[in-house]
């Protein structure tokens, strides 16, 4: 394209005439927009967790470089190992399964076991206490029985010492990362967090709250009864610089 500027000149003298040359370029053509579907639930294959961290059951958080679960497996591996763990606490009483124990010496993780048996309920027991229970406070008038209200089992003996044993390795920032498990993650596994709740000066409805999230329909009276009677004073001593015992 040719463009012709015609510039006024001084002095009298006669106009000029500058031919400038402008390129014009195309503007490219542009394809219309695709329309994006969805991948089709066909192609998904739930059998393949290639790509994907799978955590274990009960997983969570429970303080900077402390984790709670039930019992790992196999699936778990891949996840446990982002944590970088430095020591996992096992309160089950059987010996470590061969993968288990493969998995934490070869990612150089400490091991600490401490056996606390896991409690069976005496069904029979249970009921015939649940129903004296009732009858009690059915002839009681001013007592108010919810109607499903059922004793989980009789009292059992809880190890107190293991368990302060047990805290005494959570406390120790050399161990964390770390990751305290049981079977289920419920029971075994809440009593020691709860304890470990009691030395940062949660109130305990709070206490008993994050216990039954993760026992649920299975939480335990004895349970919450050690987790209340459980005397942390002897842990005054000892550094705190978690993030909740600073609230």
């Known amino acids: 394209m040719t463009v012709e500027e015609v510039l006024q000149g001084g002095g009298g003298g006669g106009d000029m005439c500058k031919t400038i040359e402008v390129a014009v370029v195309e503007p490219p053509q542009l394809n219309p927009l695709t329309k994006l579907s969805p991948p089709s639930l066909d192609d998904f294959d739930p059998t393949d967790d290639d790509g994907f961290y799978i955590p274990p059951l009960n997983f969570a958080m429970v303080d900077n470089g402390i984790f709670r679960s039930g019992f790992p497996d196999t699936a778990n591996f891949p996840f446990l190992q982002s944590l970088g763990l430095r020591s996992i606490i096992c309160l089950c009483p059987e010996p ?109 409805s709070s206490v008993f709250d994050e216990y039954q999230r993760f026992a649920a329909a299975k939480s335990r009276v004895s349970d919450q009864r050690f987790m209340e009677l459980f005397d942390a004073s002897s842990f005054k001593h000892l550094p705190m610089s978690f993030s909740c015992s600073m609230r």
């Open 96 to 204: 470590y399964p061969e993968a288990n124990a493969e998995f934490v010496k070869s990612n150089g993780i400490q091991l600490f076991q401490f056996g606390i048996e896991g409690c069976k309920e005496d069904r029979s027991l249970s009921k015939s206490i649940s129903k004296r229970i009732r009858s009690i406070c059915h002839s009681s008038r001013n007592t108010t029985v919810h109607p499903n209200i059922e004793l989980e089992e009789p009292f059992v003996n809880i190890p107190e010492d293991t368990i302060r044993e047990a805290l005494k390795v959570v406390l120790d920032e050399k161990n964390h990362p770390l990751l305290i498990h049981c079977n289920r993650g419920k029971h075994r596994t809440g009593c020691l967090v709860g304890c470990f709740r009691k030395l940062q000066r949660w109130c305990l």
